[in-house]
């Protein structure tokens, strides 16, 4: 990897200065953490799996004219993305309970949800990113109402595309989490998708029989977690170019 300026690093990935101006390089590591990083592990070549899933994802979602960050992947671990100006939300879209609204609502785990429900959560290690409420987002100047709407459009147009991609390959959409920043032209900014959509940040279970292919496995120590991802992998059809690093459980570099 050549030497390039590092400008941020969050817990599962890295940012460096791209080559040229309005773009980032990123990175991303086999570092794995949960319950905000009280729970850590390095799990070889995950890092490489979600980098060639969030890509070929995102190369899909704006093929339906979904615009995000992504200008190519680069390598085994890095990705050009456009720079964007972060809105500090986890945007987290559901389609069956689990997780945090199984227990804040009493909802059993599995439960089909009467419609797809969009949840936001302040992106704030300390305060443990906490639920959040319109109100919030526009009285604290996160996001205005229009880019809340847009935000809301573009994920439910997420969810319908990655529910019917999995669908086809044996897997149910539980849920998952994106991010959003905002690109400046001129006097006007555009809400786009960014960061990455990965087993790491969706719950995916396998169509038949209910089994978790995702980060739950880390978080719960149900094993086999780079085995899972691996299968999602597979399933998408993206292993056979994925070089043996995973398949033979080396770690791959950035080159
Ligand atoms: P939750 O049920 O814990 O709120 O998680 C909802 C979805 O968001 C699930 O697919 C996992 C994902 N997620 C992240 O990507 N990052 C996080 O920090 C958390 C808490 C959840």
Redo the contacts with the bound molecule.
């Keep these: 990897m050549t030497r390039r300026k590092k400008l941020y690093e969050g817990k599962a990935k890295i940012l460096y200065e791209g080559p040229e101006p309005g773009t980032l390089i990123q990175y991303f590591k086999d570092d794995t953490t949960?319950f905000?990083a009280t729970k850590k592990a390095v799990l070889e070549g995950k890092g490489v799996i979600n980098n060639r899933i969030s890509e070929f994802i995102m190369t899909r979602l704006a093929g339906i004219g979904v615009q995000n960050h992504l200008i190519k992947r680069m390598n085994l671990r890095e990705q050009l993305i456009r720079e964007v100006e972060i809105i500090p939300l986890?945007v987290?879209c559901?389609n069956i309970a689990?997780?945090?609204?199984?227990t804040r609502l009493g909802i059993p785990e599995g439960t089909a949800l009467p419609r797809s429900i969009i949840?936001f959560?302040y992106k704030k290690d300390e305060l443990h990113?906490p639920l959040v409420t319109e109100e919030h987002i526009t009285a604290f100047n996160w996001a205005a109402t229009q880019e809340i709407d847009d935000i809301l459009a573009m994920t439910l147009r997420v969810n319908d595309f990655l529910t019917g991609m999995f669908s086809a390959v044996g897997i149910t959409l539980?849920?998952?989490?994106i991010e959003f920043g905002r690109i400046y032209e001129g006097d006007f900014s555009r809400v786009i998708l960014a960061d990455e959509i990965s087993p790491?940040?969706?719950?995916l279970w396998d169509s038949t029989t209910n089994e978790k292919l995702?980060?739950?496995r880390f978080r719960r120590d149900l094993g086999n977690v780079i085995e899972s991802y691996t299968e999602v992998a597979r399933r998408l059809g993206i292993m056979k170019e994925m070089p043996t690093v995973i398949q033979g459980g080396i770690t791959g570099d950035a080159s």
């Design positions: 949960a905000d986890e987290v559901r689990a997780g945090s609204i199984s949840e959560f990113d539980v849920d998952f989490k790491d940040s969706c719950r995702d980060k739950d």
